[in-house]
């Protein structure tokens, strides 16, 4: 239980988020209505995301350093997870924009940047692909990996913010929170971020488990 | 560093004398470039006159996308691995990517300025704002030759290069190719200067932000 007390943690958190943020209470908002409870897991899983994807890019650095082929597989399991959260985080916007925009995907600059950053790590897992030893497959996909974060980071969170939006926050939008969020939504909201990017952890700790047991296994 | 940059110097100088001595892919590339603005304005010219300004410049741009790609990924498969062996114990490989990227900038600046031509020659040209049409073409070249260098160098290592180098540069290239085309669109319609400024000063950072990683990473793919 020592070591285990985060993921106890976040089953509590996300067993409060599902329940709390679909019957607590919510602010009036015309168009949003009562589509703006998806905050809670549209905008937490973007956070999760990024957060993995920085976890991932931190051990592809570590590998490069120390050239230790176990960094090289937590950071594709980190990469991988960040992939279901980021595909994830699609749906639930898309549901969203389909209810507040008229249409499930809108030409937005956020959603093709987002959509430009899965082709990056999509990219980046058939990179791996294409190299049989195991040494240099881990060197050279960790050099993508970081050029891969640097992309993506000019594509979320600078483009977005130069041109129009229908975020808010960007192109001249004010933020989320500034109007539309109450201090009750905030109740919910802040842990949802602490649980899903907890939840994304332990999914990778139990990925990387697996791969290390297959690995002895096979040996 | 006066010496590391002789050295830089000499690299250099080795790509342009490389390049003049295999002149089939230099031609290659130059036909390459006004073959495509060829296709492209024959395509076109069923409907003449109807090439409105944005898909003027955003054929233009991804004319420039295509050549890119096809003349920077011969960078590091053109020399056999033995040879790339013998420059590893003369340089440091920091000094091999600048003079790789020094040469693609000056490779790329060329097929930019010579399509540019061409295209305006074969379907008009409506930029109203030459040089700084010519400045976004400059800052494109330097951005291209950057991400793409490191890119061939990733590409060069796997099997299946070809493939390889257009799945992994088309996103890499994207930010810097959408904002290039605001700049260019810019251009085009004679704005104002500063109505540019943001992104050529987005897109000095994009250029600075990939040079430093070039020089940052080269050095593991190199060792591979």
Known sequence: ?219 | MRESLVQIGALVGKEFRLEWRQRYALNGMLLYIVGAVFVCYLSFNARRGQLAPIVWNTLFWLIQLFTAVNAIAKTFVQERAGRQLYYYTLASPQQIIVAKIIYNTGLMLVLALLGFSVYAFVLGSPVEDVPLYIGSLLLGAIGFAASLTLVAGIAAKAENSATLMAILSFPVMLPLLLLLLKVAKNAMDGLDRSASSDELMTILAIDAIVLALSYLLFPFLWKS
């Open chain 1, 1 to 219: 239980m020592k070591t285990n007390w985060w993921k106890a943690l976040a089953v509590i958190i996300l067993t409060y988020t599902i329940f709390w943020g679909l019957i607590g209470p919510t602010p009036r908002q015309p168009i949003l209505n009562e589509s703006i409870r998806n905050v809670y897991f549209h905008v937490p899983l973007w956070f999760g995301m990024i957060t993995l994807m920085l976890t991932s890019l931190v051990f592809a650095v570590r590998y490069l350093r120390k050239g230790d082929l176990g960094d090289d597989m937590v950071s594709v399991e980190f990469a991988n997870t960040a992939i279901l959260f980021g595909i994830l985080g699609c749906a639930t916007g898309s549901i969203w924009a389909n209810y507040t925009w008229g249409e499930p995907w809108p030409n937005d600059p956020k959603l093709n940047g987002v959509a430009v950053s899965m082709l990056l790590y999509i990219a980046y897992l058939v990179l791996r692909g294409a190299f049989d030893d195991e040494q240099r497959r881990a060197r050279i996909s960790a050099v993508y990996n970081i050029l891969a974060f640097a992309v993506f980071i000019p594509l979320i969170f600078i483009l977005p913010r130069q041109t129009d939006s229908l975020h808010p926050g960007n192109g001249g939008n004010p933020a989320f929170g500034k109007y539309d969020m109450n201090s009750q939504m905030r109740m919910v909201f802040y842990p949802a971020i602490i649980g899903f990017t907890l939840l994304g952890v332990w999914i990778t700790q139990l990925r990387v488990r697996l791969r290390r047991l297959q690995l002895v296994m096979e040996e």
